[in-house]
């Protein structure tokens, strides 16, 4: 049982399709939670017709922008309790384990407005009393360690964002791999990247799956990594990989030779 979480910026986009294929194939996860699919709810219907699934509860975008779904393998493993702009929360039934809750979450981009994101799991958290685990692109970071260039990232954010986890008392998940999930720049001197993407659970969920672990699975063509959620271990699972430009390359003549000549 795993959980996959992307912001992947058009669901219905030939290369996204590909890439989703290729994960469901290789990591068979019960529920896909997807953020910014940039389409309407038949489109999205058509892409959970292509992986095989049988839950679905989409969010259709406003405009041009934004749009949730979130999927799951078979029809009653999953039980609708809310949804927003913001978010989809389910009921999670599955046979070897008692309930628990599981909620996609896509973080306000303005951040003017993020404080609607920290109240909206402030919100949340008082619905249930459910062990409960909540993914997605948060839009938020923890620490100034979860970005690498540009400017320092506001402290007010990271302070109010804190702040929301622990009034809602939720503890961020450690990430398994590269630890930043959203670049901008690659190759470039103005190359960004910054961890977004995360999963936040209560003690009880930790309690109820000790081992779990989050995998940075990268290799999209979004701007943002892929999440994989993996409540139990999983001894036999392959990570994903891609190569990466690294800008202290560039000091070296050898290196700066051959990407010129690329």
Known sequence: MSVLSWN????GLPWNV?????????????????????GR?????????????EGMVVVEPQGRSGGLA????ETDQGNLLSYSQNHIDIEVRMEDTAAWRLTGVYGE????NRKKTWDLLRHLARDSNLPWVAIGD???????????????????????????????????????????????????????E?????????????????????????????DHS??????????????????RFENAWLSEPMCLQLAYQL
């Open 70 to 73: 979130l999927l799951w393998k």
């Open 109 to 112: 981009p303005v951040r003017a």
């Open 41 to 53: 709810k038949d489109r999205v219907e058509w892409v959970r017709r292509q992986l095989g699934y």
């Open 194 to 222: 910054v961890r977004l993407d995360r999963a936040l659970m209560t003690d009880t969920w930790l309690t109820m799956f000790p081992v779990a672990t989050l995998y940075n699975l990268e290799g999209s063509e979004s």
């Open 18 to 38: 590909r890439f989703l294929k290729d994960v469901v194939r290789q990591e068979k996860p019960v529920f896909i939670f997807l953020c910014e699919t940039i």
């Open 138 to 192: 948060m839009n938020n970071t923890c620490s100034h360690n979860d970005k690498k260039g540009g400017n320092p990232y506001p402290n007010s954010l990271i302070e109010g964002f804190n702040e929301a986890l622990i009034d809602a008392g939720l503890m961020d998940m450690n990430l398994t791999g590269h630890q930043f999930t959203w670049e901008r720049g690659r190759g470039t001197e103005n190359w960004m």
């Open 226 to 243: 892929p999440l994989l959620l993996v409540p139990k271990r999983n001894e036999n699972r392959k990570a994903y990989s891609r190569f």
């Open 8 to 11: 992947c910026r058009g669901v």
